[in-house]
């Protein structure tokens, strides 16, 4: 047998290591579709109960949306289930380059390529477009994806402080000799839920000669006016040379994502990046749900401006019950707990109060930064929200944390 008792081992050690660290990552298995009201397995095993998910990216309610399941049901019906084949050899059909023309039209952009997640997307676009000449310089909070993406590119690298325009400037003047100098950065971060200084970096870009790049998960379809995206926001459309997105969050939630920016950029990837050309693109259903998904945010703003709603109602009932927030103005909304076992522990409580919503802490946050991210969606009912403000107040109180400044709660459980 290759897989010997030896082999099977090191790894229960290191699995065993983990599981030590506290750090071992328990499923949660839900036993209905994704929504504002869920049914939870957790732990395995246990009886399944009816919580309210504060932890979704299904920021605009669309994961179930009925028009969005029925759009998808006829996609399958019309265009079938597989495309069997990657889509340089027979993979693509009308509808998937319709997807990428609504997409290019939605984000203000040039042209628009898909992969089959955001993921791919950032794995491929960067060995895609540079070479050892070039540089990339990213901020230090990219996405994991966007870290992996740039390690399989031979270009050279370099980072700057997070958000910090003082510190990109600089990194923009030190490598003012390189042929080509892309500046990389979340449209709006995923763990602290603030936003990047797209119209500075803009700026910095067309002083020092540098292309931009934003990965706009996170915001695609809802940031902004008429959610466009933090280019929108920042009212910087059009100046965008590289937006990477997913399908996989507001925009449905199914999966598949996409390189969208200057056209020749955008042929590049067709013709060189490795993710485009050896994996299937989304699957027909997908692409026929995403369609739909642009009809409806393209008809009207209710959503959008909904999620906005609901985003102030929750971060001002935080506010006024005591707890530490970070600053932002997306939905992504992080209550500060600083120690990585109150987190753990403050997620049990609410879980059996009836709302879901994870602790996160290190690694995933930086150490001494543990916290429970909350996030709205347009999907939320007052009345749910109510009721998670309920339950954060009763474990705020049970953990007498409501009213403490971070420096009160750090003195009190530690970091
Ligand atoms: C979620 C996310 C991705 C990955 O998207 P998938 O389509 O699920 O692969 C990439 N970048 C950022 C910033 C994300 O938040």
Redesign the pocket.
Known sequence: MSFSEKIRGLYQTQLGEIRNAGIYKEERFIHSSQAADIEVEFPTGAEVKKVINMCANNYLGLSSHPEVIKAAHAGLDTRGYGMSSVRFICGTQDIHRELENRVTEFLGTEDTILFP????A?AGVFEAILTSEDIMISDRLV?A??IDGMRLCSAQHDTFKHSNMEHLEEKLLLHADKRIKLVIT?GVF?MDGDLAKLDIMVELCNKYDAMLLV?D??STGFIGKTGRGTHEHCNVMGQIDIITT?F??ALGGA???CVSGRKEIVDMCRQKARPYLFSNTIAPVIVSGVLKVFDILSASTERRDKLEKNTAYWRKGLTEAGFVLKEGDSPIIPVMLFNAKLSQDFSRDLFSRGIYAIGFFFPVVPNGQARIRTQISAGHEIHHLDKALAAFIEVGKKYGILGLTKEQIVAKYGL
């Not at 997640?117 to 791919?120: A, G, K, V």
């Open positions: 997640s955001c993921m791919d950032n996405h994806s966007i979340d995923s990965d998960s996170h997913t996989g969050k999966s598949g994502g």
